[in-house]
């Protein structure tokens, strides 16, 4: 028997119908929404419900040396969850109890396959809220965000994902069970392994729980703006010139004009002006008002034309242009939808060096940026036909202009990935960003939690 | 010659008068704030003054396998800084410069030695301050609020030393140089080795500059409230039902009826009443009036006696009877100050263990607490002859009744240390709350920054 068949049969005997062997199963787990697909296709999808589930599973893929490739909803960015030839894919999909909410406390203990949304939905009548809010946050899971450090729209008023966790339960590749972090605010015992196992990406261990640090609801009204200036470049400094005055918005998101025109034709909606790109401001909480009436001042000198509501509703329906921009770039063709994030003060030179990338290499990025934070989302839009299992992978001259973009994000001290991780997509950048010494310091670390290397091998670190 | 004279030549022969073998540094760098000093002395005390400097002494401790303890200003609260015999004090105290102010990207770039109130002092007139905010803020270095996680009192609100760094370069035990973490908001580009530098107590590597993450000074007043309740279960239930109600002080203090009475004595202030104890509550922000109103109202209804004053001097003046704690311990005798920290609404349940633990071992444990976040400073009171550098150790009969202290936290949901940190003083429980199996993950990967064990050996994890 092969390592596979022998792994396979294993798993039958001791998870049963939890081993899921058809084709379409098999063929969906090669792929997430990175538009990137492994080689060859796992040998199972084990759909773990319970933690001893997990910890059989990594037992005998430890017992046979078999590679495992960790799963949630699927919706990575960077292909991190993609499990190909050879390889078990274990979802934590069906993980999706809340089994603890303590608003004394403010926190929550969850399984890791609820999806952002839903847990959101579950603490709204306690009047509590879990501040990460990646774009993706109606079909992503909270071990997905945690996995990946998934921030989304919000961080710069409410924290990254690891200012959000307090602690997880981690299975080891040998199916030990440890209990990493503290249930209290502060906790300085040891060294902070939640923070290790936060962006990840399944290569120390499989996170089977959960303990969240919560909010609660924000008070007041919520006031949006829109705004709209004759080039991407005015908006930049817009953008840079709010965070500078001080300001604190709860969301601040740039759309460039290729992206506004895009959401607007999807969206049927009348076609911007030409060049136009839009920022999309919310401030919320008790000086809500005062804060947006200072924010469309700065806009205005800065050549905004401004808009200003007071209506929720209103406000919703201006972000929801932003939440389009997915299924828009969806509408041109595939995208590979990039991740830089440079210090705030360098959004307008980022931009300067988008459009240098887009002249030099003869190819259009739409890009939207979480503008309060620095956080850029090129997009590089390719056609291409697609493989058997309906993937078309990026053509070598957008990985050539993709190339050039990271190295302009880190020539402004930026950072390769704000939030979708490195996945197998930006793994050949890595060692570029943290240096050699870095970069094997941390492939040590790795083998600590998982000395055979079966932990989503080939992610993060090339082989 | 011995490791240690060898190591002594060649440190004398690279850096010269940055070598300190006075007999007082030497009997200095045995001890630091907690009452306990380490067994022998140092062989030299070296004032590192650059980066270089700290490499330099790295390597020459890996040649001659000598062990190497960090130092700041030597304020810390477990042991962790004290160097014994055969080691190297490594000072970074003379490594104080601010490097970078980045008003408009919310950060700087410093370097380990500077205090935590000296930059707070130059970062004021850019209208920009750093959160963590221990105690001992006037005298104390950024470095070692790093080391140890020291985030003192305005974390509920603010967060903790995690949520306030953004990178941190290292200097691995060989003298090779890292650059860990980001500029950006948002960073996710590989392990956050950063996090797990935070709180390591010079186990990993030494820190010699850090990226911080800045907030714009609060606008709006100041508003100060001091309440006294009957006794301290009162205290304890009143800062949960504040908690609970949704209510976020920027401080939220609890001084219990011995640590009242011996700050009163010491500042000669009228004594309190037998019993009774206290809360001290900032809100700020601009909605700091009407916060301040609903925290009183809860107070009121939680049996306080309450007072309210909209005047920043006076709450400076009701924060300094918290502020003198440290000092009115010292004036009873010697004090081992632990650190335990609960989930917010376990705060009376732990109050009534400290009650308990007093009774059954027969000592008074004068305790405050940062009420606001769960974290307690139980103070055990001690007499006893002083050694010759002057350090009078904790009597086994305190050390049963700390131990006691300890179990019952980590009943109640807790955590060993909030922020002072494991140090020698509370490694023997350390396996305790982490189990084995991740005590002895967290050493291994100790050691893959350190494969010989010369950072700070005996600290954190006992041998």
Redesign the interface.
Same mark, same amino acid.
């Given at each position: 028997m092969t390592r596979g068949a022998d792994a396979l049969a294993l798993l039958r005997a001791e998870l049963g119908d939890r081993v899921d062997t058809a084709p379409e199963s098999l063929a969906a787990a090669r792929a997430d929404k990175s538009g990137h697909a492994a080689s060859g296709q796992p040998i199972a999808v084990v759909h773990a419900r319970s933690v001893a589930d997990v910890q059989q599973t990594l037992r005998i893929a430890t017992r046979t040396g078999t590679p495992v490739v960790t799963r949630g909803a699927g919706t990575g960015l960077a292909g991190g969850a993609n499990a190909g030839q050879g390889e078990i894919a274990l979802s934590v999909r069906g993980m999706d109890r809340i089994l603890e909410v303590?608003?004394?406390?403010?926190?929550a203990v969850v399984e890791p396959g609820i999806l952002n949304a839903d847990l959101n939905a579950a603490l709204e009548p306690y009047?509590l809220w879990w501040a990460p809010d990646p774009a993706s946050r109606a079909i992503s899971t909270v071990g997905g965000n945690i996995a =990946?450090?998934a921030?989304g729209l919000l961080?710069?008023k409410y924290?990254?994902v690891?200012?959000a966790v307090l602690g997880v339960d981690l299975v080891?590749a040998d199916g030990?069970l440890? #209990? &990493?972090g503290?249930? =209290?605010? *502060? /906790?300085?015992? /040891? &060294?902070?392994?939640t $923070?290790?196992v936060?962006? $990840?990406e399944g290569t120390?261990g499989v996170v089977v729980g959960a303990t969240l640090k919560l909010r609660?609801l924000v008070p007041g009204e919520v006031c949006t703006i829109a705004a709209t200036f004759p080039d991407v470049r005015r908006a930049a400094e817009a953008s840079?010139a709010v =965070?500078?005055s001080?300001a #604190?918005p709860a969301i601040m998101e740039l759309m460039d004009a290729a992206s506004l025109a895009a959401v607007h034709a999807l969206l049927s909606l009348d076609p911007p002006t030409p060049g136009a790109a839009q920022l999309t401001i919310q401030t919320d909480g008790?000086?809500a008002a005062?804060e947006a009436d200072a924010i469309a001042a700065v806009l205005r000198i800065a050549g905004g034309n401004v808009a200003l509501s007071h209506d929720r509703a209103e406000g919703e329906r201006l972000l929801a242009i932003r939440r389009s921009m997915h299924p828009a770039m969806e509408s041109l063709g595939t995208a590979l939808i990039e991740d830089v $994030?440079?210090?705030? $003060?360098a959004l307008p030179a980022m931009f300067d060096e988008i459009a240098r990338v887009e002249r030099e290499h003869g190819i259009v990025i739409p890009t939207v940026a979480?503008a309060g934070?620095?956080?850029l989302h090129p997009n590089f839009i390719f056609a291409g036909e697609p493989d058997e299992f309906g993937v078309i992978e990026a053509p070598e001259h957008v990985w050539a202009a993709a190339d050039d973009l990271f190295r302009a994000a880190l020539r402004l001290?930026? =950072?390769?990935?704000?939030?979708?991780?490195?996945g197998v997509l *930006?793994r050949r950048w890595?060692a570029d960003? &943290?240096?050699d010494?870095?970069?094997e310091?941390?492939r #040590?670390?790795?083998r600590?939690?998982d000395p055979l290397g079966i932990l989503n091998p080939g992610k993060?670190f090339a082989t």
């Open positions: 303590r608003p004394d406390d403010l926190l009047g =990946t450090g921030g961080c710069a924290g990254v690891r200012d080891l030990r440890l #209990q &990493l503290h249930r =209290t605010v *502060k /906790g300085v015992t /040891g &060294l902070d392994l $923070s290790l936060i962006g $990840s120390l609660r840079a =965070t500078a001080g #604190q008790p000086a005062a $994030s440079v210090p705030r $003060s979480h934070d620095g956080n001290g930026g =950072t390769l990935t704000g939030e979708h991780g490195v *930006k890595l960003e &943290l240096g010494d870095q970069w310091l941390q #040590q670390i790795a600590v939690f993060v």
